[in-house]
């Protein structure tokens, strides 16, 4: 071995050791979001539908831009370690009692200062009532109390004595009602509007604690079963040092749509978090950058699986406005979007829509032409020119046979070229629709290749038509690809590309 290579050699041993030595400390920052508050959603166990209602409290956290969030389905076995990062924790839990250290280590997160948010049934367990099952159920198990919840959300739910004349709590049928801020000068409140409509179960009865703060309140209508009170539905409270926001509302996803939902739930989680709301009035869950990409996607002559949509799904840089056939291409697309994105197949097109897309495209406007979209208009010159290839729906002279297609292939798509669409995408084994026979204009730039036989080598290329950005890529038949998130990243770097975003 050289002086040289054994020097290499040693200091490459020096430096792994540096990085593994004993005792060094990994801070919690290599793992969150820098700047973001952290939040820990307890799930896992509830009698309503966890798994749908998790996932969109989630939704509504992230969309703020705000939070890192994580999400636990066995809450039983928390530690004071595992809570330590966390700044607030999001109960959308109603099921048994938690180990002592679980419940110990919650508790002692909250009273030491940091932030608690009860949802909907999270109220319910660790109480007097027996333990809920999935979709409902009732198990006829009671357990010991857990007092500490109790103080820390500042109510309980209770079972009625008909002897004492003590009711159940509970709820009036589903229906709409009214919910009226009384506090609109609390941080959670303060810039929304007075009343808000939801769909939701209305809960009712709970004994509370004289130490909340009563934030919203709603009349519980004899009509539907109801009290005829105006109950309770948002609150806040103090534990120790820490604060609390409960919200009785979000029986179900579609509850929780409510805008009224969404603001007070994210605007809750904030406060308790941070004891401020920095969060705007009428949050979106699809927000979208001012300077977003306005992008046109053109469909129709062809069926497609629904989850083509999934792909612009959570994009804040791409607005997506979708229009078919016979009316895609009316007006003057250059004024209204920066890029046009090709998922249809047919061959007439009235000739002002025609002259509008020439129009657009002359003037330099994106354009994305998307598998089947590759047989558009046979017998349009400009088109052809424009798309740099043709499927061909039959043998034409000057441009060969008829090409063919197979379903459901899988082949490994490789990236061709140092060029923004590509770049960063690894080779991808995918299952998809092949085109073979397809006529590709000399002078393409190819970006996506593959070997498979029932296929065309060049499955992805760049238009050699100098007005426009053209981006043509034969992938995308179903729902193998749309859900395939390389098949998603592709697309929306080709996209972003033929609209100038992407350099």
Request: aromatic share 10%; hydrophobic share 40%.
């Amino acid at each position: 071995m050289s002086t040289m290579h054994c020097a290499w050699w040693i200091s490459g041993l020096l430096l792994a050791g540096t990085a593994a030595a004993p005792g060094q400390e990994l801070k919690d920052e290599f793992f969150f979001e820098a700047g973001k508050t952290r939040v820990l959603i307890l799930s896992g166990r509830n009698n309503h539908d966890w798994r749908a209602s998790t996932a969109h409290l989630r939704r509504i956290l992230e969309a703020t831009g705000r939070f890192d969030v994580r999400v636990t389905e066995e809450p039983a076995g928390l530690t004071a370690e595992t809570l330590r990062p966390y700044d607030v924790l999001v109960s959308d839990y109603c099921g048994p009692r938690w180990a002592a250290q679980a419940e110990e280590a919650v508790a002692a997160f909250v009273r030491e200062g940091k932030g608690l948010v009860a949802v909907h049934a999270a109220s319910y367990p660790f109480g007097v009532m027996p333990v809920l099952t999935a979709k409902m159920g009732r198990s006829e198990v009671y357990e010991k109390p857990w007092a500490e919840w109790e103080k820390m959300l500042g109510a309980r739910w209770q079972n009625g004595d008909a002897a004492k004349g003590k009711k159940r709590t509970g709820h009036s049928r589903r229906h709409v009602f009214e919910v009226e801020w009384t506090e609109t000068a609390h941080p959670v409140a303060a810039g929304l509007p007075a009343k808000f409509r939801v769909s939701d179960e209305l809960y009712s009865r709970f004994v509370l604690s004289p130490s909340i703060r009563i934030l919203a309140r709603a009349f519980d209508d004899p009509a539907v079963n109801g009290t005829g009170q105006r109950e309770a539905i948002l609150w806040t409270n103090e534990y120790g040092r820490g604060r609390v926001f409960h919200t009785a509302l979000g029986h179900d996803v579609a509850a929780m749509m409510a805008q009224g939902f969404v603001d007070s739930f994210a605007r809750g989680v904030e406060w308790a978090a941070t004891g401020k709301v920095t969060i705007p009035p009428e949050l979106a869950l699809e927000p979208k950058d001012k300077n977003a990409v306005r992008a046109l996607l053109v469909v129709g002559g062809h069926d497609h699986d629904a989850s083509l949509y999934r792909v612009f799904e959570g994009s804040r840089d791409l607005r997506v406005n979708v229009n078919p056939h016979p009316v895609a291409y009316r007006g003057d697309l250059r004024k209204r979007y920066d890029v046009v994105v090709m998922y249809d197949m047919v061959q007439e097109l009235p000739e002002d829509q025609r002259k509008n897309l020439r129009a657009y495209a002359e003037a330099g406007g994106g354009i994305v032409v998307l598998h089947h979209a590759l047989a558009n208009f046979q017998d349009w010159d400009w088109w052809r020119e424009m798309a740099g290839g043709l499927y061909l729906l039959k043998d034409r002279e000057g441009f060969g046979k008829g090409s063919t297609y197979k379903h459901d292939v899988d082949l490994e798509a490789r990236p061709a070229a140092d060029h923004p669409v590509v770049r960063g995408l690894p080779p991808m084994w995918i299952r998809d629709e092949t085109y073979k026979g397809v006529w590709q204009a000399p002078g393409i730039l190819p970006l996506l290749t593959t070997s498979e036989a029932t296929s065309n080598e060049v499955i992805g290329w760049i238009s050699p038509y100098k007005p426009a950005r053209v981006v043509v890529i034969q992938l995308g038949h179903g729902r193998e690809a749309h859900e395939n998130p390389w098949f998603q990243r592709l697309l929306r770097n080709a996209m972003l590309w033929a609209s100038g975003r992407l350099k």
